[in-house]
């Protein structure tokens, strides 16, 4: 069975750094795009960005270009989102998806709910 | 990057059809795949490639495609249809992608 599990929620103060992973199973992790997502709470989807595993080949949406990086380690098929520098603004539930052999993302994560708050 | 713009909100009578539109300039180079989410749940894939069904998506679920027009439509909409709908396609850009707005779907 195909299947992301995702890390825990995490509960974080402005200016903090974090690190959320995206584990892939039951199927070759390193030969499929993986894309993050993100859900403001009450608003819809947002595309961040994509990583191909495999050569770690990254492109990001221009809104989060330099206010997140996407990182994949393809020796333990799991994929990485990470801030730097954390804001409220960031407060969100973030999802990782594959894009399979078509071109869409067809296996979904769990979601990690991110809250950034004093 | 692109926009996919879509109507905030249709309501649909048990048994009837909905359509729900998705317009942006990408559709007319790009397929666009549709997403289903409910409350608290990740979104799921229910048309890809303009009118692909996972394995498992009903085949009241269809999808069309004009110009730089996507559309999503239920036939015999049923209550656990009831749930936002996203439309997703490639940007203009090489391998980046963008979401639609989203459509809230009520049946009554």
């Known amino acids: 069975e195909v299947q992301l599990v995702q890390s825990g929620a995490e509960v974080k103060k402005p200016g903090e750094s974090l690190r959320i992973s995206c584990e892939g199973s039951?199927?070759?992790?390193?030969?499929?795009?993986m894309g993050w997502v993100r859900q403001m709470p009450g608003k819809g989807l947002e595309w961040l960005g994509i990583?191909?595993?495999?050569?770690?080949?990254?492109r990001y949406d221009p809104s989060f270009q330099g206010r997140v990086t996407i990182s994949a380690d393809k020796s333990i098929s799991t994929a990485y989102l990470q801030w730097s520098s954390l804001k409220p603004a960031d407060t969100a539930v973030y999802y990782c998806?594959?894009?399979?052999?078509?071109?869409?993302?067809?296996?979904w994560g769990q979601g990690t709910t991110v809250t950034v708050s004093s | 990057s692109s926009e996919l713009t879509q109507d905030p909100a249709v309501s649909v009578a048990l048994g009837q059809t909905v359509r729900i539109t998705c317009q942006g300039d990408s559709l007319r180079k790009y397929y666009a795949s549709w997403y289903q989410q409910k409350p608290g749940q990740a979104p799921v894939l229910v048309i890809y490639?303009?009118?692909n069904r996972p394995s498992g998506i009903p085949d009241r679920f269809s999808g069309s495609n004009s110009g730089n027009t996507a559309s999503l439509t239920i036939s015999g909409a049923q209550a656990e249809d009831e749930a936002d709908y996203y439309c997703n396609s490639r940007d203009s850009s090489e391998n980046r992608y963008v979401f639609g707005t989203g459509t809230k779907v009520t049946v009554l």
């Open positions: 490639d303009k009118n």
């Open positions: 990583i191909y595993p495999g050569d770690s080949d990254t």
């Open positions: 039951g199927y070759s992790f390193s030969n499929y795009w």
């Open positions: 998806a594959v894009r399979g052999s078509s071109d869409a993302f067809d296996i």
